[in-house]
Nanobody, 126 residues
Framework: QVQLEESGGGLVEAGGSLRLSCVAS????????MGWFRQVPGKEREFVAA????????YYGDSVKGGFTLAKDNPENTLSLQINSLKPEDTAGYYC???????????????????WGQGTQVTVSS
């Protein structure tokens, strides 16, 4: 069983930055792909970024390329998401997720993730 806990969200002005963190317990990063999704009320969860269990490759959603950087700290079991140049449209609940599935072409699909955190809210004011 994997437990995920996010932190770092908040209210920030447009153009500002935030660093979201996800601490994972109960499983090793080496056996799960890790990712971030975001969701606004009434819409489906949107893929933000993911990193493969071998640490070597990261993937980003088309709507977040350039301003988002994903990193993994194995000794601390922490996944971080640095978000720069925030825009009002980045306002959403941000969720950390982990999956056992290893097929690459499903890494952007929320359905293929097995474990989810409670989420952390990011609100960007204009």
């Amino acid at each position: 069983q994997v437990q995920l806990e996010e932190s770092g969200g908040g209210l920030v002005e447009a153009g500002g930055s935030l660093r979201l963190s996800c601490v994972a317990s109960g499983a090793a990063f080496s056996t799960h792909d890790m990712g971030w999704f975001r969701q606004v009320p009434g819409k489906e969860r949107e893929f933000v970024a993911a990193i493969r269990r071998n640490n070597r490759v990261t993937y980003y959603g088309d709507s977040v390329k350039g301003g988002f950087t994903l990193a993994k700290d194995n000794p601390e079991n922490t996944l971080s998401l640095q978000i720069n140049s925030l825009k009002p449209e980045d306002t959403a609940g941000y969720y950390c997720a982990a999956r056992r599935e290893s097929v690459l072409n499903t890494i952007r699909i929320a359905l293929y993730y097995d474990y989810w955190g409670q989420g952390t809210q990011v609100t960007v004011s204009s």
